[in-house]
């Protein structure tokens, strides 16, 4: 059975940084590329950032490029996102996502998903 389990989330101030990390289990971690998703109240799941298997290659969405970082550490079999110069705006329920074998800024290719973890940033 595969898991994906979201941790960091909270309430923080604008400017502020947060750092989420997602554990996976029951799958061969280092098989999969990983993605942060995003849903805000009222709106749809928006792709945040995505890392290859491998951790050498990123992708972002532009309201986040220069804020957040994803990384991996296959040894462990997480998934982090770090989080700086936080605004409202970024105020959402934060999930992780593993897609198999390929990374992308889809949501529907994404083969599992977690929970969610969420974030609020006050101003």
């Known amino acids: 059975q595969v898991q994906l389990v979201e941790s960091g989330g909270g309430l923080v101030q604008a400017g502020d940084s947060l750092r989420l990390s997602c554990v996976a289990s029951g799958l061969t971690f280092s098989n999969y590329a990983m993605g942060w998703f995003r849903q805000a109240p009222g709106k749809e799941r928006e792709f945040v950032a995505a890392?290859?298997?491998?951790?050498?290659?990123?992708q972002y969405a532009d309201s986040v490029k220069g804020r957040f970082t994803i990384s991996r550490d296959n040894a462990k079999d997480t998934v982090s996102l770090q989080m700086s110069s936080l605004k409202p705006e970024d105020t959402a329920v934060y999930y992780c996502a593993a897609n198999y074998m390929v990374r992308t800024d889809m949501a529907l290719k994404y083969n599992y998903w977690g929970q969610g973890t969420q974030v609020t940033v006050s101003s």
């Open positions: 890392v290859s298997r491998t951790g050498a290659s990123t």
